[in-house]
């Protein structure tokens, strides 16, 4: 696989650079209706279809702003950030397909794929590379006037100071919480999540082009089974950092409108695929395709996902995911198995993650203990919660939110 698909560089001083920007963007993500503003003009100024303002973390990037194009965060191997922070200087790709280093990178071969990318680094006062201001197009364009470049530079400059400024505004506030960066155990983490991630990434590239590659039906199941035990150890990953400090803080929900049936379906399909070759069988019902939820649809789907994946790993039989829509009741998400269900009292210990419901020199599968505990927290930040039981004689999980939510 060419290297431009699986890897991405990192500045020489890029614990430095995360340790000087982390203190002035705080713990958690934030929209900003200035820099949306400085966005917008971002937009108009290139004539592209859509631009964002982007923060390059170790693993991943997030948006303090977007136009034109819908989207929370992205792995930092499918940021194109994340190469405009090596320098100073903007990067200008009029036609990313053209370009040897560009051509198979992700955000260029898989969705959006990008093919004009016009960015200028955000630099803060102390010389850190936040992240970009850039614009963006699904077809190729020609290259930005040079006065153009040079009042995009001053629009990231712009975003650089506004961040400076608050930042200070909240340093001078008596409630202002601790730096985050001074706390090497999150920089541990960060960097440990980092390595983990990383060859899960090359397994499952690998592992698309494969599937590409075969014209077996069994073989491209087998290919899935391996790409879908592959985002599964990249949740467990996830839950790990999440409950050892990194998640520590309640999460901002970034929320939209999304359609239930496919927020379910996408939940769903990872255990699908581990389910894979056996005879037990995973359906989805109950969803029309006009209905719709107000949810963060990674915090949600990841909720919905890790109890899916319990039944699938844990329970036994088919396993069924129910969708029930009332107005009285909001959305419920059941899922039902023929296992033998939680043993009583583990739900109300779900906040505490790492224990599990049986002796683990006696239980017969593997797991961290993680998945109600992070279904539950997860749940409870959207308002809803979490219930256990037996219907119908099998053994059931509800996933259930406020009916506000439902719209």
Known sequence: ???????????????????????????????????????????????????????????HQWFLASTGINVGSTPRSHSLCSRTILSDRPLILTD????????????????PHVRFYAGAPII?????????????????????????????????AEIARHLDARHERMSASPDAPGPMADDPRNEFLALVGHELRTPLTVMQGNALLLRRRLAGEQERRM??????????????????????????????????????????GSAAAPAAAILGDTRRRLTVSGASGEASVLVDRDQYGLAVSSIISNAAVHGAGDVDVRIDRSTDRGLRVTILDDGPGLPRGVLDGADRPFVVGERLNTRMRGGLGLGLPL???????????????????????????????GG
Request: aromatic content about 4%; some cysteine; overall charge negative.
């Open 1 to 59: 696989m060419n290297q431009a698909v699986i890897r991405f560089p990192f500045p020489p001083d890029e614990v430095a650079r995360l340790q000087a920007i982390r203190p002035v963007l705080g713990p958690k993500p934030f929209h900003d209706p200035v820099i949306a503003g400085i966005v917008e003009r971002t937009r108009d100024l290139l004539g592209s279809p859509a631009a964002l303002a982007s923060v390059v973390e170790i693993d």
């Open 96 to 111: 990313t397909l053209s370009h040897e280093d560009f051509s198979t990178h992700p955000a260029v071969t898989d969705d």
């Open 124 to 156: 803060l006062r102390s010389g850190s590379a936040v992240g970009s201001l850039c614009g963006i197009d699904m077809r190729p364009r020609e290259a930005p006037s040079p006065e153009a470049v040079a009042e995009l530079v001053g629009l990231a």
């Open 223 to 264: 290919i899935d089974a391996i790409a879908a035990s592959g985002r599964h150890l990249h949740e467990m990953i996830e839950r790990v950092i999440y409950f050892s400090g990194l998640g520590s803080e309640r999460p901002l929900l970034v929320e939209d409108r999304h359609p239930v049936a496919e927020l379910i």
């Open 375 to 405: 279904a539950r927290k997860l749940m409870e930040n959207h308002g809803g919660e979490l219930s256990s039981g037996f219907e119908e004689g099998r053994a059931y999980v509800a996933l259930t939110l406020p009916a506000w939510r």
